[in-house]
T-cell receptor, first 113, second 113 residues
């Protein structure tokens, strides 16, 4: 069965530092890939989506993710963290031919001043 | 605001009871998805409806059922509630199906006492 692995349940960075959140998927056929962010007591908000048009995907709030088929990865990055980036981030895969999303376990990002 | 409306925001009930969670999708979206978010299971896909018909089932218990009405709103019915059913239940909607961005509501937090 397809799965999504997010390495690191907690990541802490200083304000202004690089943010790197890791996501790997398990599938021989690359699925649709998504990153969502969840702020406290809120629903999930889409950051970006990979559809196979381009390997480097730019999203909202300065985030981007690079799809690497050879590594089955879709890591999320942001060059400079802001305090407002503190939230939980979920990587999700949408297997081709199905409609559901398979979520990773999430990574909680803390940003220190 | 994602455009997906979920009611109620909070629900507190007792074991053995039955509750109904309601979801209004974004205008124009035909597909509705239900997810459960709990501390031990993470975000799990429960069920999907497309234009009134059940399209996909995930890890949904037999005590749970859902339907999508002609006006496209959806209800998730949870019966014979157990303590372990306490979770955040999300509804999401999308225009069509596979690969489409799913927009999430703010969720209904269910507490079973």
């Amino acid at each position: 069965a397809q799965s999504v692995t997010q390495l690191g349940s907690h990541v802490s960075v200083s304000e202004g530092a690089l943010v790197l959140l890791r996501c790997n998927y398990s599938s021989s056929v690359p699925p649709y890939l998504f990153w969502y962010v969840q702020y406290p007591n809120q629903g999930l908000q889409l950051l970006l989506k990979y559809t196979s048009a381009a390997t480097l995907v730019k999203g909202i709030n300065g985030f981007e993710a690079e799809f690497k088929k050879s590594e089955t990865s879709f890591h999320l990055t942001k060059p400079s963290a802001h305090m407002s980036d503190a939230a939980e981030y979920f990587c999700a895969a949408g297997p081709r031919g199905t409609d559901k999303l398979i979520f990773g376990t999430g990574t909680r990002l803390q940003v220190f001043p | 605001d994602s455009g997906v409306t979920q009611t109620p925001k909070h629900l507190i009930t007792a074991t053995g009871q039955r509750v109904t969670l309601r979801c209004s999708p974004r205008s124009g979206d035909l597909s509705v998805y239900w997810y459960q978010q709990s501390l031990d299971q993470g975000l799990q896909f429960l069920i999907q409806y497309y234009n009134g018909e059940e399209r996909a089932k995930g890890n949904i218990l037999e005590r749970f059922s859902a339907q999508q009405f002609p006006d496209l709103h959806s209800e998730l019915n949870l019966s014979s509630l157990e303590l372990g059913d306490s979770a955040l239940y999300f509804c999401a909607s999308s225009v069509r199906t596979s690969g489409n961005i799913q927009y999430f509501g703010a969720g209904t937090r269910l507490s079973v006492l």
